[in-house]
C-alpha cells in the first residue's frame, strides 16, 4: 500500500526558532494534508495543499506540494509554546482514501 | 466544516466486552469513516461508514470484530467486539464532505481494556 515517510520523528526548539518538516513519497497524491493533534483531542487540519507547486500559507504556517506530487513540507516561522504537538501530513488520491505519515512531535521550550 | 462529536470520550472496559462508539454530525455530510489510532502511532483506517448499506473495510480489520453502523447522513457508531488489552487505542471518526476534499475528525473515544 502506499506510504508516507513523515520527517522528523521529534523536533525539540526553543521558542522563537522557525521549524521544517517534510513528507515524502513513492506514490503521488492529489491532495496534501497537514494536520495538527493536541493531547487528548482528534487531529485538526492546518493546510490543505491541491494543485503540485502551490505553496500556501496560514498565519505563521506555510506548506507546498511538491512539483512531483510525491512531496510536501510544512514550516512553522516564530515558534510558539502552543505549537506543541503532533503534526501529521495526510496524503489523498483520487476518491476519499487518506493516507497518513507517522507524525512529528514537536516540543517548544519557552 | 461540520461539527463531529463523539461519545463517550474515553472509557475503560473488561476485557470480552464490547462497546459502542457514536459520531453525530451537526449536518449531513457524504462520507464518514472511523480511524484507530495506537498508543504513540499514526492514525490507521478501520473502514468507510456507508450510509444505508455495509461498510468497508480496509484490510485487517473485519465486520465481527468492528460492526459498523451508518442509518443516515448525520450518524454513525462503530463497536468494538470481544474487547482485549490489544484493542486499547483512541478511536477517531471523520467525514469528508466530498471526494478529494480534507477529511475533519472527532476527538476520538479513548478506550482502555483491562
Known amino acids: 500500500g502506499q506510504q508516507l515517510n513523515q520527517s522528523p520523528q521529534s523536533m525539540f526548539i526553543q521558542e522563537g526558532e522557525d521549524v521544517s518538516m517534510n513528507c515524502t513519497s513513492s506514490?503521488?497524491?492529489?491532495?496534501w494534508l497537514w494536520y495538527k493533534q493536541d493531547p487528548g483531542e482528534g487531529p485538526v487540519l492546518l493546510i490543505a495543499?491541491?494543485?503540485?507547486?502551490e505553496l500556501t500559507s496560514n498565519g505563521r504556517l506555510t506548506a507546498q506540494f511538491g512539483i512531483t506530487r510525491k512531496d510536501s513540507f510544512l514550516n512553522i516561522s516564530a515558534s510558539i509554546p502552543s505549537d506543541v504537538g503532533i503534526y501529521f501530513c495526510?496524503?489523498?488520491?483520487?476518491?476519499?482514501?487518506?493516507?497518513f505519515g507517522e507524525g512529528t512531535q514537536l516540543t517548544v521550550n519557552p | 466544516s461540520a461539527v463531529i462529536s463523539q461519545k463517550p470520550s474515553r472509557d475503560i472496559c473488561q476485557r470480552g466486552t464490547s462497546l459502542t462508539i457514536q459520531c453525530q454530525v451537526d449536518?449531513?455530510?457524504?462520507?464518514m469513516f472511523w480511524y484507530r489510532q495506537q498508543p504513540g502511532q499514526s492514525l490507521t483506517l478501520i473502514a468507510t461508514?456507508?450510509?444505508?448499506?455495509?461498510?468497508?473495510?480496509e484490510s485487517g480489520f473485519v465486520i465481527d470484530k468492528f460492526p459498523i453502523s451508518r442509518p443516515n447522513l448525520t450518524f454513525s457508531t462503530l463497536t468494538v467486539s470481544n474487547m482485549s488489552p490489544e484493542d486499547s487505542s483512541i478511536y477517531l471518526c471523520s467525514t469528508q464532505e466530498h471526494s478529494n476534499q480534507p477529511q475533519h475528525f472527532g476527538d476520538g473515544t479513548r478506550l482502555s481494556i483491562l
Open positions: 449536518s449531513q455530510v457524504t462520507m
Open positions: 495526510a496524503g489523498l488520491t483520487s476518491g476519499s482514501r487518506l493516507t
Open positions: 506514490s503521488i497524491f492529489n491532495t
Open positions: 495543499l491541491y494543485k503540485a507547486g
Open positions: 461508514a456507508n450510509q444505508g448499506s455495509e461498510a468497508t473495510y
